[in-house]
């Protein structure tokens, strides 16, 4: 599935018995990555994950999907539009 499509994984190619599993080149160090249709995260960017399908199936809009950060990360502050 993952075949030449960058990702987002809390994996690391380190563990031996999971090197073989993803073509870690493709690697991103992002909490969400989207390319194509292949929406991955890391296991803590359950919330971002979760909000990123939600945008690919056009039922947030960028306010909407902030929103919906904040309140889930109990986030309050922005510093130059990222949430903190």
């Given at each position: 599935?993952?075949?030449k499509k960058k990702?987002?994984?809390?994996?690391?190619?380190d563990e031996k018995?999971?090197?073989?599993?993803?073509?870690?080149?493709?690697?991103?160090?992002?909490?969400?990555?989207?390319?194509?249709?292949?929406?991955?995260?890391?296991?803590?960017?359950?919330?971002?994950?979760?909000?990123?399908?939600?945008?690919?199936?056009?039922?947030?809009?960028?306010?909407?999907?902030?929103?919906?950060?904040?309140?889930?990360?109990?986030?309050?502050?922005?510093?130059?539009?990222?949430?903190?």
């Amino acid at each position: 599935m993952l075949n030449k499509k960058k990702f987002s994984t809390s994996l690391t190619s380190d563990e031996k018995q999971l090197a073989h599993l993803h073509e870690w080149e493709y690697k991103q160090n992002k909490d969400v990555t989207v390319d194509g249709k292949i929406i991955t995260a890391v296991g803590s960017a359950y919330v971002e994950f979760a909000t990123e399908i939600m945008k690919q199936l056009n039922l947030f809009n960028e306010a909407e999907a902030k929103e919906n950060l904040q309140y889930f990360k109990n986030v309050t502050e922005t510093c130059d539009g990222t949430l903190v």
